[in-house]
């Protein structure tokens, strides 16, 4: 893996998206809260610009007529499909056996610098 500076954490503040280019690749760097994540900027299905909306959250497993929202910051939705994702590891939400993944990279914060790592 390469690492890439992409810039210093005060241009990334918390929960802000900000989509940089690296070689070519546009990548999605999310700050959720002080938790940095990063994620390439095409759905997987259809190539659709994945990163356009903030995190969101979803539905989860409750008991009948109980509705319960959770997991917020931790769900990217393409605008195109609705397809969902997880942020920290590009699983699909609806069926995360399958292959059809978003890419996620390595990103830190070294010295004030965010790196990623392709």
């Given amino acids: 893996m390469t ?9 990334f503040p918390d929960d802000t998206r900000k989509v940089v280019e690296v070689d070519g ?3 999605a760097v ?10 390439r900027n095409a ?10 909306l903030p995190p969101t959250g979803m539905m989860l497993e409750s008991a009948p ?7 917020e910051g931790e769900i990217v939705r393409c605008p195109w499909h609705g397809y969902e994702f997880n ?4 699983k699909s939400v609806i069926a ?23």
């Fill in 96 to 118: 995360p056996q399958l292959k059809l993944r978003a890419r996620v990279y390595k990103v830190e914060l070294e010295d004030e610098e965010i790196a990623l790592y392709i």
């Fill in 87 to 90: 942020l920290s590891d590009g």
């Fill in 25 to 27: 690749t546009e990548i």
């Fill in 3 to 11: 690492r890439h500076v992409i810039g210093k954490l005060d241009e």
């Fill in 30 to 39: 999310f700050n959720v809260s002080g938790t940095l994540h990063a994620m």
């Fill in 43 to 52: 759905c997987p299905h259809k190539g659709a610009p994945l990163c356009t």
């Fill in 65 to 71: 007529d109980m509705y319960e929202w959770g997991r």
